[in-house]
């Protein structure tokens, strides 16, 4: 009884008082932002107010070795390796979004939004606006990106965190996210807690990797992916709704 009470007053204080970390996930409280970059491209604009819930997220990108469990448990083959071969502590790349949101569902999460993944990588209540996921005239020692990664990715948590202590959310792998993408979807709506569109053809893409120039590490860019194709330089992390943590 102790334990369950124990318990139960970590999550209430988590959700009520600020960042947690738990089963390596990070405590994102909610609250409102500023999504979008009136200075970016067209998929980015405008900028807009979006409310989010409390959630939490993966501290760190899911790992070959993570991945690794997920295909014996569920007797998955393991995708192609890259050139560097497997190294267990590197983010899993070369996986569609199909292979990502299966992941995830074993795993009892799910895909981030493109408004969760935003708001987390700018630091979520605690942001300094900064460009790129914890700094704005840092990058090199906070990305792995085609400057320094020598075309491949590196170790998770190598380069410093962002504000909510969240590593790698610009460069190493770019990062799928959960929603249908529709270039003109800031432009057309902009719901208070949004889980973007209801359908469309491709999924929206986030963070830049070790493959992208600066320009494709920032917080708001935004790509896209069909979700039943490879990509080299893509990988993922989950996130949980704070309700459904055990």
């Known amino acids: 009884m ?49 409310t989010l819930n409390n959630f939490y997220i993966d501290k760190y990108e899911v790992t070959v070795l993570e991945y690794k469990k997920f295909c014996t448990a569920t007797k998955t083959k393991m995708p192609d390796a890259p050139l560097w071969g497997w190294i267990d502590n590197h983010p899993i790349i070369n996986i569609s979004w199909n292979d990502a949101n299966a992941y ?19 630091g979520g209540s605690l942001s300094k606006k900064n460009k790129y996921s914890g700094t704005t005239t840092d990058a090199l020692n906070f990305t792995w990106s085609a400057a320094n990664a020598s075309e491949k990715t590196h170790p998770v948590g190598e380069k410093k965190p962002n504000e909510l202590g969240i590593f790698d959310m610009s460069g190493n792998a770019s990062e799928y996210c959960n929603d249908f993408y529709l270039a003109h979807y800031y432009k057309a709506c902009s719901p208070k807690n949004p889980k973007g569109p209801r359908e469309g053809n491709f999924n929206g893409v986030r963070g830049g990797s070790y493959l992208s120039q600066n320009a494709g590490l920032t917080n708001t860019v935004r790509a896209y992916a069909d979700q039943t194709k490879i990509s080299l330089g893509t990988g993922f992390r989950c996130v949980k709704d704070v309700t459904t943590i055990k």
């Open 104 to 122: 995830a569902k074993w795993a009892g999460k799910r895909l981030p939004t493109e408004a969760e993944w935003e708001y987390a990588a700018k």
């Open 2 to 50: 102790r334990q369950v009470l124990f318990v139960a007053l970590f999550f209430i204080s988590a959700t009520l008082f600020g960042q947690t970390e738990t089963e390596g996930m990070i405590f994102v409280k909610g609250g409102t932002f500023v999504m979008g970059n009136n200075d970016g491209k067209e998929n980015e604009k405008p900028e807009h107010e979006i």
